[in-house]
């Protein structure tokens, strides 16, 4: 036979058969909340206002689109760092350096192979967890140890954590929502937080933090409290960070990874490993959208008028979270645990066979694992949701 017949037929992405199926639906009230996009009271994912301006200057001021570097554009990549690691000191001394990443996806995969190379060989991962980690630690050869997120109460699980990290060996690495997990909605509260940072610290384990929803969750501060909380205590960590979400660039793939060293004389020689692993695999970072959250972040005018968009978006989902959970009990299942969970994503008991009569009788479209995107509720459908889920567990 030939060689690239050995190829064998992969699995399906789940929720992009989950798109397909609810593209074929022809019931007009049909509920989409699969796919994780914001959306807006009318179900729209719109370009951002400051987007658009930012689009605007960057079609006229833009006088070349000659190659940047595997560390893409440093100007964003230096902008975004007041917000992530606060602007009294966002280099922490120094300690802190970065480079442009393709969307948080890139910075994820760079951050774990960077700690590959570094000899990490384990990373330690609460679960469940966005799939695509548990895909990229396979696919880079490091070994996953997972541990419960969370509770069957829907409290984040901090014995399985404590019993994680003592388990652990020193070097070993472990990765962390900074904010609004995906896919239970659950996060620590900041005196959790603390006692992480210590735990963490005192193994002498490796953070590694995926923010990927700064400012969807509390707030951009408050959403920031647990990566600084933990970086403040210890000596080395890595970030990975996406701009898709809180600047709505999705497809245009923006994202960044930051490495902090014990000593900031070490910061380059780390860092150039970054560089070299990019160029092996993507060369360099797609520039447009960077390029726009650059013109955003160093223009007052309009860092207030994203900022107004982000809380906005914040409110709706808070609005959305308090009306299930005023609800309280849908038949079998209890909504209110869901007012107080954060970001675009929760998880609704139910089983395979509630699932599908959700999507088959009352057209309300979720993932497997019973995992809501929030933000695909609206005033207008709110009510249709909570009845389905009340019919198909009663
Ligand atoms: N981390 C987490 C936890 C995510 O949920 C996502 C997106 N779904 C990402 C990283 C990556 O986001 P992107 O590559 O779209 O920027």
């Known amino acids: 036979s030939t060689v690239l017949s050995n190829l064998q037929q992969q699995p399906a992405d789940a929720l992009l058969a989950l798109i397909k199926l609810h593209n074929a639906d022809p019931r007009a009230d049909k509920i989409d909340l699969g796919v994780g996009v914001y959306r807006t009271d009318s179900g729209a994912t719109p370009v951002f206002a400051a987007i658009k301006a930012a689009e605007q200057r960057l079609l006229e001021t833009q006088d070349s689109k000659a190659y940047l570097g595997p560390e893409g554009d440093m100007d964003f990549v230096h902008a975004l760092m007041p917000y992530v690691f606060g602007a009294a000191n966002p280099t922490f001394d120094g300690r802190i350096e970065g480079m442009q990443t393709p969307g948080g996806t890139g910075a994820v995969r760079l951050a774990l192979a960077l700690a590959k190379r570094a000899g990490v060989a384990r990373i330690w991962m609460g679960t469940p967890s966005w799939p695509n980690h548990a895909q990229i630690v396979a696919d880079l050869g490091l070994e996953l140890k997972g541990f419960g997120h969370a509770t069957p109460g829907g409290q984040a699980d901090m014995d399985s954590l404590r019993a994680a990290v003592a388990s652990a060996q020193a070097g070993d690495a472990i990765l962390l929502h900074g904010c609004c997990h995906n896919p239970l909605g659950i996060d620590y509260a900041p005196a959790q937080w603390d006692e992480i940072a210590t735990l963490v610290k005192a193994k002498g384990l490796l953070p590694i933090?995926?923010?990927?929803?700064?400012?969807?969750?509390?707030?951009?501060?408050?959403?920031?409290?647990?990566?600084?909380?933990?970086?403040?205590?210890?000596?080395?960590?890595?970030?990975?960070?996406?701009?898709?979400?809180?600047?709505?660039?999705?497809?245009?793939?923006?994202?960044?990874?930051?490495?902090?060293?014990?000593?900031?004389?070490?910061?380059?020689?780390?860092?150039?490993?970054?560089?070299?692993?990019?160029?092996?695999?993507?060369?360099?970072?797609?520039?447009?959208?960077?390029?726009?959250?650059?013109?955003?972040?160093?223009?007052?005018?309009?860092?207030?008028?994203?900022?107004?968009?982000?809380?906005?978006?914040?409110?709706?989902?808070?609005?959305?979270?308090?009306?299930?959970?005023?609800?309280?009990?849908?038949?079998?299942?209890?909504?209110?645990?869901?007012?107080?969970?954060?970001?675009?994503?929760?998880?609704?008991?139910?089983?395979?066979?509630?699932?599908?009569?959700?999507?088959?009788?009352?057209?309300?479209?979720?993932?497997?694992?019973?995992?809501?995107?929030?933000?695909?509720?609206?005033?207008?459908n709110i009510d249709q949701f909570i009845a389905a889920v009340a019919d198909v567990t009663s």
Request: contains cysteine.
């Open 209 to 380: 933090i995926d923010l990927a929803y700064q400012g969807l969750g509390e707030g951009m501060e408050e959403d920031a409290y647990g990566l600084r909380r933990v970086l403040g205590e210890v000596p080395e960590a890595l970030v990975a960070y996406s701009c898709d979400k809180n600047f709505g660039l999705y497809r245009d793939r923006v994202g960044a990874v930051y490495v902090m060293m014990a000593d900031a004389a070490q910061v380059n020689a780390a860092l150039s490993n970054g560089h070299a692993l990019a160029r092996a695999a993507w060369s360099m970072p797609p520039d447009h959208g960077a390029a726009a959250v650059r013109i955003i972040l160093q223009d007052q005018a309009l860092v207030a008028l994203w900022q107004g968009e982000l809380d906005e978006m914040r409110a709706r989902m808070r609005q959305v979270r308090a009306k299930l959970a005023a609800s309280g009990k849908a038949g079998a299942v209890d909504l209110a645990p869901l007012g107080s969970q954060n970001g675009l994503f929760s998880i609704v008991p139910l089983n395979a066979e509630q699932i599908l009569a959700m999507r088959e009788k009352h057209g309300v479209y979720m993932a497997g694992s019973g995992r809501i995107n929030v933000a695909g509720l609206t005033m207008g």
